[in-house]
Each structure stands twice: as structure tokens, then as C-alpha cells.
């Protein structure tokens, strides 16, 4: 048996080192379930501390709104709509300008195409004089276009014919075609729009598994041509740069593993990271109001105010739409509601401030190292005899793996990934302590198998988790909470019941008292007969055992009730249960002989706990409670003082009390006529004393006989009266 849990303990390296093993390829291969996870951190950091918007950022947007579709007709407009507001935004300062619409078919509104389609199925139809002579819609906006630094939006298709970039997209080191978001085609401007504008740049953005825009392409592969996107094209021409420069890993020297992979991007003056898909990783701002400005506000009458020459002057414009009728609605991390414009224009406003979440590629290589680290760590710990330990270690390094990359985040911009760390936690703390645990259990059935014959099971736990305590005769002192239990009137209820009757009315009335215990943690220590002794806070700590205590002297009388509804249908006598409770000091620990052990407890405590109980008879009450348990009352309940006491044995006397609701106006009451007739008594004021034993016999609680209470003080008072002295302290001779 102590061989096979050697083994099993060996185990625990063989498992442990395995799920580390799996994580580590896992980790690699980033399965989408692992993906979800760590976009799931990811989008927390971004929620936690999104980008501070910088409000003179050179960067506009240009909302073609659902109120601009109400006002100006259903979408597309006439492209001298557009014409007139290139022409305007030139005009108010505008250092370039980008359509984020794709403008793939000529213009239909345009004088020619609107002949055609009206006379495509009538001949009749008599057309103004000069219409075909008007100028093309295609062609107003087209000389727009050409007036400045213009950059249209294009996409990817299955198919088509894709010309060259208006810029060309260089690399240092080898094409990373393979590297980068690829399309067989593309949807392209109208030819003679095209041909007009300063740029081209492509508006494919790439949500996650998840429908989530994290990351933006800044340059994608169009057929046989590489691209620029939207945003990098408008940093281009607003700077009259050439081209854009990719930057691989070929060139900077940084290991991929033998592929050619993206590590950066420039253009023109910017330099920017990217990730090894060409990706930019967006810290997001949000949606801001101060970025944007409704379209009809440059297309009314009074577009060039002093408002609008504040928003466009300087600054890199974009066009696009928040209407929902366009289809261009994006989710990201901060919203689930954001046009595709504001995405590119997060991107322009990062750049140009030059602040960037970046990912490295040695980044991967570190949390590798830090999972294998943490795989060993936790192999460690489940190794211990304290599998918490283990489980604060999962958690605190899973913690510290989740705050180190928030760190990193916030401060630095660095994209840590701490899912794989957190999951090597966890995933190698449990089968590493389950096995551990198997391997003490293996050992530890000797020891069950010699105590099972004369030991409760809960004991038998206890010596298992510390034999060297528990095994020696010296036990320990701790603070207890005492209970002893007795049915009232046992003798002469059963002196003329049949044995099997006895039998079965105590072991009814004490099942259900058992039960009432345990419920509320008691360690059962002994049967007396018709009585029961408990105590609370061992074996098991627990700070509340005085509350829990007393709320089981409810649970208790709950259970009495039920067993008197059995003793009715049985026809057996009605029983009542008298309980006495008292904290303190104990000696507890296991007591006896070498041949049989008990789980018990000794000490003055104790012999006050069960004193207590006796005394229940002599003032007619269910229960009481000893100062020392009454100094922590339950919630929703209060204690009524009843008297002070000697008992037998001590000395000093003991202030004793019934614990009621405090929400009970018939409690409140007796609460107060007690303690006006403690004072009364105390202050040998006998007309106002008997005045409250009047009131108070008057009363009725649950589990007290008020009227029992009220004789006893009377007879007290008139003992009092006769030996002329108002020494009430009662002084109980007998031990129960």
C-alpha cells in the first residue's frame, strides 16, 4: 500500500510535466478556444484603460448619417453631391481626404445614364433639349478629386483584374506576400475616378472568430499587387511621400522560425509596428464626438463657419457612414456599434501621435518560458500536504500573470498574452493535487483501517490529517461552546411505557436533535441516557461556533415539534427538551484508554454548560445561555438577562439569559418588564418587583412558562422581604 502511493505521488512529476508539454504546443498552435480566451484579456485591458483621445489630433471625420439620408434621398447620391464636397473641404483647409465608400458603378443620376434608363423601355418619351450635352456626374467629381491629396477605397473579391497600387508597397528582404491578408481580386473605383485620385487604398478590415475588429491590414495582397490600406494611403499623400516601406524579418534580423514575416511598416516620415500579418493592433479611443462632424453641415448653404474651418483645417479627412442602411457597422472591444470610418480613423490618429500597442516576436518566446516555468512551479506545490497552497499558488500567479500584462498594456503598449500562463496555472494544479491527494489517501488507509472499529469517521478525518496531534494524550486548549441537551421529565413520562415504546420515543426525540446539530456544525460528543452533549470549534475551527450554537437551540425545538406530531400519531407521550449553552476555555482533544479513545472535552466550561441546563427547570425557561455565549448574539435576535447565579462548584456568579427574536413585540416587552424587575429587585423595591412579576406572568413567549418565571421571583421576593436584605444572588447547590 506505501509502494503504490510512491508511484502515485511519482506521478504527479509524469502528469504535471505532460499537461505543461500539452500547453506549451497548444499555446503554439492557438486552437480557437484559446484564441477567444486571450482576445477576452485582450478586450478587458483595452475596457480597462482605453487610448486618452487627444481632441487636436489631425485627423476628421465626415459622417454621411441617417439624418444626411432623411434630408439629401436613400444612398448613393448623385457624385456632385460628392464633387461639391471635395470642393468644400479643399476649400475650409483639408490636408487630404479619404472616402471610406466603395464607388465601384458610374454614377446613375448622370445626365447620360439617366437618358438611357428612361428610354431603355420607351421610345416616346420626349427628353429636354441639351440633356446628353450636360456635364458627366462621374466627371464633375472626378476633376474634384484631382484639385488635392484624394485617396478611394477599394476591396477584396474573389475575382478581377487588379492594376498596380498608385504607390508601390517596397520590402526589405523577401516579399512576405504569404504573410499577408490575401484576396484573388478587387472591387475597384470607376476607372476615370480611379485614374483622378492622388490614392487608392483597400478598406478589407478583418474581424476575429468572434466578429470582433481588433487589428486593421495595413497592407494586403490584391491578386498579383500588394496595397496599401485606406489609412496608410491617406498618410502617404498628405506627406507627398513615394511609397511605403514593409520592414520583414529577413531584414531586421528577428527569428521566425525560417518564415519572412512583417515586423513594421513607414510611410513617408511615420513608422509604425505591425504584427506578422501586416496587422495594426488598435488601442481604441472610443466613439468621439469631437471626431466628427455630420455631412450636412458641409453641404448647407452656410458650410464655410468658423466651426467648420476649426474641425477641417489641417487635418486628414475621412468620409463614411454610420447609417445603418450602408452596412458598414463594426464591433470592437470598447462598442459593438462602430462605422468602419472611425476604425481607420483610430489608426491615423495613433500613428501620427506615434503611440502603438505592439506584439514583438520575441514576445511569443517569453510566454513560453514563463508557462514552462509555471507548469514546474505548480508541480511543486501540488506536492505538498496543503492542496490550498496550491490552489493560492494557481491563483496568485495566474493573478500576477493577468497584472503583469495589464502592466505592460497600460504602461508600455506591449501586448502580452497572459492566457497561456493563466491556463498552465490551473490546468496543471488540478490532475497534479488530485493524483497527490490519491497518493495520501492510499497511505492514510492504514490509519482508517485501525481506528474505523471504535472511532467516529469525523475523528478518524482528523487523525488522518495530523496523527502526531492528534495520537498523543496532551490534546489542546481552545475556546468551545458547550451544549448539553436533556428531555425534561424522562423518568416519569417512560416509568410505565413499554421497553420498545422507550426505545423508540428516545431514539425519535434524539435522531432529531442529532440532526439539528450537525446541521449547524456541532461535533456530537456523547449520549447520557436521554441527554446529549455537543460543543462547537473542534475538530473544525470556526469563528462564529457561539452564533451557530445558538441558532441551533431553534433548530433544536423545530426538531422536538416534529417528533411530538410523531409521538401524537403514535400515541406516545409529548416531550420538551431543556438546553444549556455555555462558551469558554476547554480542554479538548482525544481522552481514554489506550484500548478505546473518545473524542471529548474537559474543563470548567464545560461543568458550567451543563449546570446551565439544569437550572432551565428552575425558572420555567426552554434553555439558557451563559455571558460569555450571550456576547455573540445572532442576527435577528437578542438576549433577555434572567438572573444572576452561583453555581454549584464556583464562586463567582454567572449572568444567565434566554436568547429571543428581536423583531417580536411580545420579546421587546418582556425584555423590558425583566430588566425592571431586576432593577426593582436589586434596589428592594418590592411593590414595583411584584408589579412586573404581575405583568410578566401575564405574557406568553414560545418556550418560556412566563407565569413559572414570575412565581419564582415572587417567592424570592418574599424570602427577601423576611430576612429584611435584598441579596438576591442565587446560589444553586445542586449540580444539575
Not at 433544536?556 to 400519531?569: C, P
Request: include cysteine; aromatic fraction near 6%.
Amino acid at each position: 500500500m506505501w509502494e503504490r502511493g510512491k508511484l502515485l505521488r511519482r506521478a504527479t512529476w509524469i502528469s504535471g510535466l505532460a499537461v505543461t508539454a500539452t500547453l506549451l504546443i497548444l499555446y503554439i498552435i492557438s486552437p480557437p478556444p484559446v484564441e477567444l480566451v486571450r482576445n477576452a484579456v485582450q478586450d478587458g485591458y483595452q475596457r480597462l484603460s482605453p487610448r486618452v483621445y487627444d481632441r487636436d489630433a489631425p485627423v476628421h471625420v465626415i459622417d454621411i448619417d441617417e439624418a444626411s439620408l432623411e434630408t439629401l434621398g436613400q444612398w448613393p447620391w448623385p457624385r456632385t453631391y460628392l464633387a461639391a464636397l471635395t470642393d468644400r473641404l479643399f476649400g475650409l483647409g483639408a490636408v487630404a481626404i479619404g472616402f471610406d465608400i466603395l464607388l465601384a458603378e458610374p454614377d446613375r443620376t448622370s445626365p447620360r445614364a439617366l437618358r438611357e434608363n428612361l428610354t431603355r423601355f420607351r421610345e416616346d418619351i420626349r427628353l429636354p433639349e441639351g440633356l446628353s450635352a450636360l456635364a458627366d456626374h462621374d466627371a464633375i467629381f472626378a476633376r474634384a478629386l484631382s484639385q488635392g491629396p484624394t485617396v478611394l477605397a477599394l476591396s477584396g473579391r474573389d475575382g478581377g483584374v487588379v492594376p498596380p497600387p498608385k504607390a508601390g508597397v517596397a520590402f526589405t528582404g523577401a516579399d512576405p506576400a504569404d504573410a499577408l491578408l490575401t484576396f484573388p481580386g478587387a472591387l475597384l473605383p470607376v476607372p476615370e475616378l480611379g485614374e483622378a485620385a492622388a490614392g487608392l487604398g483597400h478598406v478589407s478590415l478583418t474581424p476575429g472568430r468572434d466578429g470582433i475588429t481588433r487589428r486593421v491590414p495595413m497592407a494586403a495582397r490584391l491578386g498579383d499587387q500588394t496595397y496599401p490600406s485606406l489609412s496608410a494611403e491617406l498618410l502617404r499623400v498628405a506627406q507627398g511621400a513615394g511609397s511605403h516601406i514593409l520592414r520583414t524579418t529577413q531584414a531586421s534580423g528577428e527569428g521566425a522560425g525560417g518564415s519572412n514575416l512583417v515586423v513594421a511598416m513607414k510611410t513617408g516620415a511615420a513608422q509604425y509596428p505591425l504584427d506578422a500579418s501586416g496587422d495594426f493592433h488598435v488601442h481604441f479611443a472610443g466613439l468621439q464626438p469631437g471626431r466628427t462632424t455630420p455631412i450636412l453641415s458641409i453641404l448647407a448653404d452656410d458650410w464655410d463657419t468658423v466651426a467648420n474651418q476649426a474641425a477641417i483645417a489641417g487635418k486628414i479627412v475621412l468620409i463614411g457612414s454610420s447609417a445603418q442602411a450602408l452596412f458598414d457597422i463594426r464591433t470592437t472591444p470598447l462598442s459593438d456599434k462602430v462605422p468602419g470610418v472611425m476604425i481607420h480613423a483610430e489608426v491615423l490618429e495613433q500613428v501620427i501621435a506615434g503611440t502603438f500597442l505592439n506584439r514583438p516576436d520575441w514576445t511569443v518566446g517569453l510566454e513560453l518560458l514563463v508557462i514552462a516555468a509555471i507548469g514546474l512551479i505548480m508541480i511543486l506545490l501540488s506536492r505538498t500536504d496543503a492542496p490550498a497552497l496550491g490552489l493560492l499558488g494557481a491563483f496568485g500567479l495566474a493573478g500576477l500573470s493577468w497584472a503583469v500584462g495589464w502592466h505592460a498594456f497600460s504602461a508600455y503598449g506591449l501586448l502580452l498574452d497572459p492566457t497561456g500562463p493563466i491556463l498552465a496555472a490551473f490546468a496543471v494544479f488540478i490532475p497534479t493535487t488530485a493524483l497527490n491527494v490519491l497518493a495520501k489517501e492510499v497511505a492514510r488507509r492504514k490509519i482508517r483501517g485501525q481506528f474505523a472499529h471504535f472511532l467516529p469517521e469525523p475523528l478518524i478525518a482528523e487523525i488522518v490529517q495530523s496523527p502526531e496531534e492528534t495520537l498523543t494524550p496532551k490534546g489542546a486548549e481552545r475556546e468551545l461552546t458547550i451544549m448539553f441537551v436533556d428531555m425534561r421529565r424522562f423518568s416519569t413520562l417512560t416509568e410505565k411505557m413499554a421497553p420498545e415504546d422507550v426505545v423508540r420515543l428516545l431514539n425519535t426525540f434524539l435522531d432529531g436533535i442529532s440532526v439539528a446539530l450537525v446541521s449547524h456544525g456541532a461535533t456530537i460528543d456523547k449520549y447520557i441516557g436521554d441527554a446529549v452533549m455537543a460543543f462547537w470549534n473542534a475538530p473544525v475551527a470556526r469563528e462564529d461556533h457561539a452564533v451557530q450554537a445558538q441558532l441551533a437551540i431553534f433548530a433544536i425545538e423545530r426538531a422536538v415539534a416534529d417528533a411530538n406530531a410523531t409521538f401524537q400519531d403514535a400515541n406516545l407521550p409529548q416531550v420538551e427538551a431543556r438546553i444549556g449553552v455555555n462558551t469558554g476555555k476547554a480542554f479538548v482533544g482525544l481522552m481514554g484508554s489506550s484500548e478505546r479513545l473518545s473524542y471529548s472535552c474537559v474543563g470548567d466550561a464545560v461543568t458550567l454548560a451543563a449546570r446551565l441546563e439544569g437550572l432551565t427547570r428552575l425558572y420555567g425557561v426552554g434553555h439558557l445561555v451563559g455571558s460569555a455565549t450571550a456576547s455573540a448574539c445572532p442576527e435577528g435576535y437578542m438576549h433577555v438577562e434572567i438572573d444572576e447565579v452561583v453555581v454549584k462548584g464556583r464562586t463567582q456568579p454567572e449572568a444567565v439569559a434566554v436568547l429571543v427574536s428581536a423583531s417580536d413585540p411580545a420579546a421587546q416587552a418582556f425584555k423590558s418588564k425583566m430588566a425592571t424587575l431586576r432593577v426593582a429587585e436589586k434596589a428592594a423595591d418590592w411593590t414595583a418587583a411584584r408589579a412586573a412579576c404581575d405583568q410578566i406572568a401575564q405574557m406568553q413567549l414560545s418556550g418560556l412558562d412566563l407565569p413559572h418565571l414570575a412565581r419564582f421571583y415572587l417567592e424570592r421576593i418574599a424570602d427577601a422581604e423576611v430576612k429584611g436584605g435584598p441579596d438576591m444572588l442565587y446560589r444553586a447547590d445542586a449540580k444539575r
